[in-house]
């Protein structure tokens, strides 16, 4: 035992570990237990990290500093989703979401912090990413040539939907753009990404589309690309024409202009409805991490029958944030990403070098899509979601202390 700790103080990585976790952080479906504590394959393998980190690198000094007030905007957030759940009293469950949420990525982005000292690592990080999106992607080509597909014709693999599969991929993609934004670009990364792309397509997130589009054209504004030359409008017209055409029979769009039909649109509009009623009723503190099911079924009572039933998330990143840790947790969470997107935009519009200009223009555009696609989906309260949120989070305070 002595032996193989030696020789993994002498030769361990801890970006390659922490590389490895996030290539497996799908894996976080594998569910177990231990002494009764229901666990994961994701926060055992971050546990492990961290328990030789903590033995082998009590010598290592970061030189990134972490400003206090994220600190103790995190510390509120925290504040809030406790005072939520005690509130409302149903710990088991809320705490195991606390747990599996906020406090092991966090851990993760703690090691992140610790550990990334250079755009090299920091993109490692990243490849990690997005070849873990492309094994999927594989997978997915697999499905969708037998047709192994949801009732609507959707693609989601072991997702439990195909939206959020989508949410998976989305952020995936915009790592290829970064990759093929460098020089030179590989063929295989171009291959990849197109694979991934197809994948993405087959969810029919709309969602996702806009988003992923919206964020690519602030990307090249970002960094002082001209966006409004020929090549670069003629590509984004294209696309967007050929994915109406391609979409224009498709029956989820049909619903949407049918008003006899029920739509993915107007069942996020009774959600919504609902929402705010039990915001109202709940103003100060939320309803706790994870009862939002159960509640929307509860308000049934005060709305005609739903179109849609089976609903454990807002579908808004800030709604969901105000009902499951309180206003304190909604605030906290939106002065963290205004602190974040003021210092990491600050950092990227001084920069003059290449590099460093693209990977802090990627990250800005890769919160933002969050914060796009959440406007109309849950694109943080999920284990790998809110895993990849601070996995940029930590990166953009890393890139914020990188010496021009």
Do not use: C
């Not at 290592?60 to 500093?65: F, V």
């Not at 994915?243 to 029920?262: E, S, V």
């Not at 929402?275 to 079924?297: A, H, M, R, S, V």
């Amino acid at each position: 035992m002595t032996q193989i700790l030696q020789f993994y103080k002498k030769y361990s990585d801890y970006n390659n570990f922490l590389a490895i976790i996030i290539f497996l952080a799908p894996l976080y479906l594998l569910r177990f237990s231990i002494f009764n504590i229901p666990t994961n394959f994701l926060e055992i393998s971050i546990l492990i990290v961290l328990f030789f980190y903590l033995i082998f690198s009590q010598n290592n000094k970061t030189k990134i500093q972490i400003e206090k007030k994220y600190l103790i905007l995190i510390a509120f957030l925290f504040l809030g989703l406790i005072s939520s759940a005690f509130y409302n009293q149903n710990l088991m469950q809320e705490f195991g979401i606390i747990k599996s949420w906020f406090v092991f990525p966090l851990i993760f982005s703690f090691l992140l912090i610790k550990n990334v000292k250079n755009i090299q690592n920091a993109d490692k990080i990243l490849k990690a990413y997005f070849f873990s999106a492309s094994i999927i992607s594989l997978l997915g080509l697999f499905f969708i040539a037998t047709n192994r597909l949801t009732f609507d014709g959707r693609l989601e693999i072991f997702y439990t939907s195909p939206n959020y599969l989508a949410m998976f991929l989305a952020s995936a993609v915009l790592i290829g753009f970064y990759f093929l934004h460098s020089k030179p670009a590989s063929k295989t990364l171009l291959i990849i990404q197109i694979i991934i792309l197809i994948n993405l397509y087959f969810t029919y997130s709309y969602s996702a589309w806009i988003a992923i589009i919206f964020s690519t054209i602030l990307f090249f504004l970002i960094i002082n690309k001209n966006i409004f030359d020929k090549k670069k409008i003629i590509f984004f017209s294209l696309l967007i024409l050929l994915l109406t055409a391609f979409q224009i029979n498709n029956q989820k769009i049909q619903d949407i202009f049918n008003p006899k039909n029920h739509s993915s649109l107007e069942s996020r509009f009774v959600i919504w409805h609902s929402t705010t009623k039990i915001i109202t009723d709940n103003f100060w503190l939320g309803i706790g991490p994870g009862n939002f099911q159960e509640k929307y079924l509860e308000y049934q009572k005060y709305f005609p029958p739903y179109p849609e039933w089976a609903v454990p998330h807002p579908h808004n990143i800030f709604l969901a944030f105000w009902l499951q840790s309180g206003l304190i947790g909604l605030v906290s969470f939106v002065l963290l990403i205004i602190f974040w997107l003021q210092s990491v935009f600050s950092k990227t519009s001084k920069q003059k070098n290449a590099s460093q200009k693209r990977l802090g223009a990627f990250l800005i555009i890769v919160i933002l899509y969050f914060l796009i696609h959440g406007m109309i989906d849950t694109t943080y309260w999920k284990n790998d979601l809110s895993l990849y949120f601070w996995i940029f989070f930590s990166l953009g305070i890393f890139f914020t202390n990188i010496k021009d």
